[in-house]
């Protein structure tokens, strides 16, 4: 039988970029805060005869057949995919099937969660138990080698753990803090959380890497906004702890406004006057998700002005997606089905 693993996207509320590799270290340490979203990657893996390989992307309409992953040459869309295989294996007699729910490039960590499942589904394929831990660091290198730059961490760790929670990245490592809040307060937040896919894919890595890089040098007041950023994520913890759903709308605000400011193009027209018919119709704030220029976009509407804020945002020509929280993170089991 396949096994088929699922994982979860996230909605990443503030300290993005916070997440990479010794970038929390210059910082002294640092979390990030997200919402694992019922938003999955799916990926179903089975064995086949010797010296036949099929790997298909349905939601991106790629497919591609050879003997072997080191012979095989891969179209960009399954690059991941192969990177994968190379690394866990099998090399050969293998089908990997995998489809997402969210869009392609929509900030939401889609083909982090992607390659959580796939990862775990080769490992359990094989017969070998998946622990967590080593999916993480293993995945962030693996990630990398494709992109050409660096990698967060929070994206795999909403993937794997799933709900509300804060990631704390410090000297020794990550630890995962699953925010304690009501059903009732749970409830609330999704019910004026507000996700809409702007229609224009973006790429986080090279954004993240360019933060970076005006960290080391210096560039101008690039350590002080980071200082900024970190700042909020810890007052975004805080305020989501305390229940404040206001609160959390204001520093939406605030954090997209320092994120506009560390990266040119970060916005686009289009989204600015997005937010602001948004505001006009009852948000208290929002942000774009991931690295910016595009993707999804998070508003949180104040309390009884979620369907005014959607309306809002539909006449901006954004496409609203539904969501739901995503208690469970990644799952993994064996399945009769295709």
Not at 28 to 35: F, I, P, R, S
Not at 69 to 82: F, N, Q
Not at 145 to 172: E, I, N
Not at 290 to 303: F, H, I, K, R
Request: overall charge positive.
């Amino acid at each position: 039988m396949p096994i088929v693993a699922t994982a979860p996207t996230r909605i990443d509320l503030a300290g993005g970029t916070l997440d990479l590799e010794f970038l929390y270290a210059f910082l002294g340490g640092a979390v990030t805060v997200n919402l694992a979203v019922e938003l999955r990657a799916r990926v179903s893996v089975r064995r086949l005869p010797p010296g036949r390989v099929r790997l298909v992307a349905r939601d991106l309409g790629a497919e591609t057949k050879g003997r072997s992953i080191e012979r095989m040459r891969l179209p960009a869309a399954l690059a991941l995919h192969g990177r994968a295989l190379a690394h866990y294996g099998p090399q050969t007699g293998i089908e990997v099937v995998t489809e997402a729910a969210a869009p392609s490039g929509s900030g939401l960590g889609g083909s982090s969660a992607l390659l959580m499942a796939l990862s775990a589904a080769l490992v359990r394929l094989q017969g070998r138990r998946v622990t967590k831990a080593p999916l993480v660091e293993t995945g962030a290198r693996l990630e990398a080698s494709v992109l050409g730059v660096p990698t967060g961490k929070q994206d795999y760790l909403a993937a794997l753990f799933g709900g509300l929670a804060a990631y704390h990245f410090s000297f020794d490592g990550w630890r995962v803090e699953r925010l304690p809040v009501s059903t009732q307060f749970l409830k609330a937040l999704a019910g004026r959380l507000v996700l809409a896919y702007t229609g224009a894919s973006r790429l986080s890595g090279i954004p993240n890497w360019e933060k970076f890089k005006a960290y080391v040098e210096n560039v101008g007041a690039t350590r002080k906004r980071f200082e900024r950023l970190k700042a909020i994520a810890e007052a975004m913890r805080q305020a989501l702890l305390d229940e404040d759903a206001d609160a959390v709308g204001r520093l939406l605000v605030e954090e997209w406004a320092v994120r506009r400011r560390l990266v040119p193009g970060a916005s686009t027209p289009a989204v600015d006057a997005a937010m602001r018919k948004a505001r006009r119709a009852g948000a208290l704030g929002g942000k774009l998700c991931g690295a910016g220029a595009g993707g999804c976009l998070a508003v949180l509407a104040a309390d009884g002005r979620r369907e005014a804020v959607e309306v809002a945002i539909e006449r901006a020509g954004f496409r609203l997606l539904p969501w739901r929280l995503a208690r469970r993170g990644l799952i993994v089991r064996e399945s009769p089905g295709p």
